[in-house]
């Protein structure tokens, strides 16, 4: 441990936990205790974190932090204004580290905590959702669970005080991701007996806040580089993560919480929002439909990485071109605001130390398309109008990567030169699907016939869009275009 460290460890060892972190993984790593640490050295945070894994598997990651007295590195790439940049950290905001399946007494003590004020969490999905399980006194499996305990030995510690209550930030990538976090706490609560004083003691007394994030957190970098860093740091962090520069965190509270959290004061991209539907639909419209409309298109085109599709001279510019001609001016909100967030997005995608795979991307693409793309069609669909080049192109080569037959237990597609690619998705669609290519192709049907049944097919858009203004005419020229002359 150099000097430097050796004084933040003692530091950040006596202040008090005012975090309680349910997430060991590079993301929260990259983008919470980074901003926790942004605002230490600034002098505005003063706590700590306790930080605990949320399922056993996070044991090594666990283990491995403990050995580093809780420090490591976070290094900042890639792109600000056009210009590379690269920022180190060490980040020194945990003064516990713990895991709670062979310490759970170190867990059920935060209950106790007086200065415990905030659980910050990052357990996918699946790990916010319920799941029945007994009221054990040892180590409960799932996290609301945990947390239900956690709630209800605080309420007794404290006697129902109505100051110590928690208030919740949930990072899972699950909209209205924190009114799903209580709904769940209290399913466990009456799974387990617990009083309705204590239920009413949850609503009067915690917040569960609904928040967006967005960050790529890219992990530990490859060990080339990592050894090039170590030798010129003169010291090793098998903990060591990396990130992009952007960071957004947008959180559904009143923004006198940044009294007690002071991220935004720090300043950081934190807002505190009574409405987060304009940052979940930004988000979802223009950063997640771009890549949804791009993995399909750029596979069969033989193109592997969001960065070189942002690169080709024909399919860079048509991505960017139908986000703001088309797909901006169908969001309820300010041109401008939408403007300059598509100007972030595709920096972002320039990132020249990130390698996105576009066949990573590609995986599960029907559902995608139907959130993220479909609404903006549907906008045009709705207006009478016929739907615009560019978004007819992105459903076009979605249906063209769909083109798949079943071989090998997978289903597969080829590409415009021939190559073979494997198509992951739900399984019933992709049998529809290729049902209907094999039916196709048996009867000599031409190209029209079939992308109208693919457009009328509702299981998959739970709608029929095959008489939506232009849309087929528009499919089909691309398609023939695309192929050669040959459909």
């Given at each position: 441990m150099t000097a430097e460290q050796k004084q933040q460890y003692e530091a950040v060892t006596a202040s008090p936990v005012t975090v309680l972190q349910v997430g060991e993984g590079n993301f929260l790593r990259g983008f919470a205790d980074w901003m926790l640490q942004v605002s230490k050295e600034q002098g505005l945070f003063q706590g700590s974190v306790a930080v605990t894994q949320p399922r056993p598997s996070g044991k090594?990651?666990?283990?491995?932090?403990?050995a580093q007295d809780g420090l490591y590195t976070l290094?900042?790439?890639?792109?600000?204004?056009?210009?590379?940049?690269?920022?180190?950290?060490?980040?020194?905001?945990?003064?516990?580290?713990?895991?709670?399946?062979?310490?759970?007494?170190?867990?059920?003590?935060?209950?106790?905590?007086?200065t415990l004020r905030f659980v910050i969490s990052n357990t996918t999905e699946a790990g916010i959702a319920y799941k029945k399980e007994p009221l054990t006194y040892g180590p409960i499996a799932s996290y609301p669970g945990k947390m239900a305990y956690l709630l209800y030995e605080r309420y007794i510690k404290f006697q129902g005080a109505l100051?110590?209550?928690?208030?919740?930030?949930?990072?899972?990538?699950?909209?209205?991701n924190g009114d799903a976090l209580r709904d769940n706490i209290v399913r466990y609560s009456l799974d387990w007996g617990y009083p309705d004083d204590f239920r009413r003691w949850i609503a009067s007394s915690c917040r569960f806040l609904n928040s967006l994030v967005d960050r790529i957190v890219t992990g530990y970098p490859s060990e080339d580089q990592a050894a090039a860093w170590f030798e010129?740091?003169?010291?090793?962090?098998?903990?060591?993560?990396?990130?992009?520069?952007?960071?957004?965190?947008?959180?559904?509270?009143?923004?006198e919480l940044d009294e007690l959290l002071p991220l935004k004061k720090a300043g950081l991209n934190v807002h505190w929002t009574d409405d987060l539907r304009p940052y979940q639909q930004r988000k979802v419209r223009i950063?997640?439909?771009s890549h949804t409309w791009m993995a399909p298109l750029g596979l069969l085109y033989g193109v592997g990485h969001v960065r070189a599709f942002m690169e080709h001279p024909v399919l860079g510019q048509r991505v960017q071109a139908t986000v703001r001609a088309e797909i901006i001016p169908a969001i309820p909100y300010p041109l401008d605001d939408m403007n300059e967030y598509a100007d972030t997005v595709f920096e972002r995608f320039g990132n020249p130390y990130i390698r996105h795979r576009l066949e990573d991307i590609a995986m599960n693409s029907l559902s995608k398309f139907k959130v993220r793309l479909l609404p903006t069609l549907s906008h045009y669909a709705e207006l009478g109008q016929s739907i615009p080049e560019g978004l007819a192109t992105g459903l076009a080569g979605l249906l063209r990567y769909y083109r798949i037959t079943q071989a090998d237990g997978h289903y597969e597609g080829r590409d415009l030169q021939g190559g073979r690619y494997v198509v992951r998705d739900n399984a019933e669609l992709l049998q529809q699907i290729a049902a209907i290519w094999a039916n196709a192709e048996q009867k000599e049907q031409d190209l029209r016939t079939t992308v109208e049944q693919l457009l009328?097919?509702?299981?998959?858009?739970?709608?029929?869009?095959?008489?939506?203004?232009?849309l087929i005419d528009a499919i089909c020229r691309w398609w023939t275009m695309a192929e050669g002359g040959q459909s």
């Open positions: 090594h990651n666990i283990e491995q932090l403990a290094v900042v790439r890639g792109l600000e204004d056009g210009q590379p940049v690269e920022r180190r950290n060490i980040i020194s905001v945990f003064s516990q580290v713990f895991d709670p399946y062979e310490n759970w007494q170190a867990f059920t003590t935060l209950a106790g905590c007086e100051d110590k209550g928690i208030i919740f930030l949930p990072c899972e990538l699950l909209e209205r010129q740091w003169s010291y090793s962090d098998r903990m060591l993560t990396t990130a992009e520069p952007y960071h957004l965190w947008a959180i559904e509270g009143e923004e950063l997640n439909a009328a097919l509702q299981t998959l858009w739970e709608q029929d869009l095959s008489s939506w203004p232009g």
